[in-house]
């Protein structure tokens, strides 16, 4: 073991002991090889000197991918820019950046051109119309009650989904009452069985029934499996002029899954809660680009022009953001208050009845923004309040695995979702 001065680290040495700042956060655990982006990063940090452990020659080309250093950089400065909002001196974000710097130049050398790629995002921003612009909306048709209203589409969730929460309420219901409630939907029962028989749960045996599956994953996990399915199946007809559908998705199943990852470590019954709560988070976005895409398209340009979140841009235009109007929707649909309150407070969930939840979601979108996994629209990572941290109480050296089990199960379980087979 050796004591090495920052400028003379290379890539592969491993880190001796864990690595405190001087203010006392944890920053890199005993045991991590050193790769070129935590080296850059030390910089930032203020790091001067590392305990090293002896590696044996020939460690570096084992332990640490073999990436062009020109991709290394150029990744680590689009990672800059896109946390340009945040304060990297938090221990969450501290830990995160590394990850997300090297993860995008893995992606980034799997290019052909090793040009960075942002799956299913648009490329530019749309340009405002040739024609006149409509006269300035009134102030009903600025009501989040009446964007939420005059669509007929979003009146009410399918019969099927309240028909479920009926059957799992009375408990006088077997698991064979509540199979057969769902198997009257088959192209549901079809969703759910491939769900529960993917990464998302990862059971070592098949399982090739309904009623096996509720008993197993449980009535109320299988019933917020159903929510989020159904969802997903009313929003089909949003135009694509503004938001590719197939990004918009990906990031609402990815800040799902990272909110189900979350919530497990804080031992929240009923995790696939959580699921739904990040599924649906950014739901009122859907409302907006639907309803009114002149305004959404000033939107996205004031965030492209001033560099500022998506939210900041709603509420500069509209006078509110589409939190609100996600909670209006749920409220519509008579869903649980907790799931309501993790979907309107996501942004500011030390405000709602249910902060815990509402706090898990609102990090989940801060980490699926920062990993690139789709998007709604935004293009920043959001900050993190530092109260909403202290409230979770998550220790920082979760995250290594966790994105590491948001990338695994993100992929498959949207095929799951999707698939039409």
């Excluded at 449980?218 to 089909?236: C, N, P, Y």
């Excluded at 135009?239 to 804080?266: N, Q, T």
Aim: aromatic share 6%; glycine share 4%; proline share 7%.
């Amino acid at each position: 073991m050796a004591r090495v001065k920052t400028k003379s680290l290379k890539p592969g040495m491993v880190l001796a002991e864990d690595l405190i700042h001087s203010n006392g956060r944890f920053l890199l655990a005993k045991g991590v090889v050193l790769e070129p982006s935590h080296l850059r990063i030390l910089k930032i940090w203020g790091i001067e000197k590392l305990e090293i452990q002896d590696s044996p020659e020939g460690a570096q080309e084992e332990t640490v991918e073999k990436i062009d250093p020109a991709i290394l950089q150029q990744a680590e400065e689009l990672t800059q820019k896109k946390f340009s909002l945040t304060n990297l001196d938090h221990p969450f974000l501290q830990e995160i950046f590394p990850i997300c710097a090297q993860r995008l130049a893995r992606q980034m050398a799997k290019e052909p051109d090793g040009a960075p790629s942002e799956k299913g995002t648009k490329e530019e921003t749309p340009s405002r119309a040739e024609t006149p612009p409509p006269p300035p909306l009134s102030e009903r048709q600025k009501n989040p009650e009446t964007l939420v209203d005059n669509d007929i589409n979003l009146a009410s969730l399918p019969n099927i989904f309240f028909e479920i929460s009926k059957v799992i309420s009375d408990p006088r219901s077997s698991a064979i009452h509540i199979a057969d409630v769902i198997s009257k939907d088959p192209g549901l029962s079809a969703k759910l069985l491939r769900i529960v028989n993917s990464a998302f749960y990862n059971f070592p045996a098949r399982i090739d029934t309904i009623s096996r599956a509720v008993m197993i994953v449980g009535s109320k996990q299988l019933s917020a499996l159903a929510l989020g399915t159904s969802v997903v199946s009313i929003f089909q007809d949003i135009p694509s002029e503004l938001v590719d559908m197939k990004s918009f998705w990906e990031h609402s199943f990815s800040c799902g899954v990272a909110a189900r990852i979350l919530a497990s470590y804080k031992n929240i019954p009923n995790t696939e809660r959580l699921f739904v709560a990040g599924l649906l988070h950014d739901i009122g976005r859907l409302i907006l680009y639907k309803r009114l895409p002149y305004e959404e398209r000033e939107i996205l340009l004031r965030m492209k022009q001033t560099n500022c979140l998506l939210r900041t841009a709603e509420r500069d235009i509209l006078g509110f953001d589409h939190t609100v109007i996600g909670g209006v929707l749920l409220r519509k649909w008579k869903l649980p208050l907790i799931l309501e309150h993790a979907v309107e407070y996501h942004h500011t969930p030390l405000v709602s009845q249910h902060p815990l939840e509402a706090s898990i979601v609102c990090l989940a979108d801060v980490l699926t923004n920062a990993m690139g996994l789709g998007t709604s629209g935004e293009r920043l990572v959001p900050p993190i309040d530092p109260e909403v941290w202290n409230h979770l109480g998550l220790p920082t050296e979760i995250f290594q695995k966790a994105t590491q089990l948001i990338d695994r199960q993100v992929e498959e379980v949207i095929q799951k979702f999707f698939d039409a087979n």
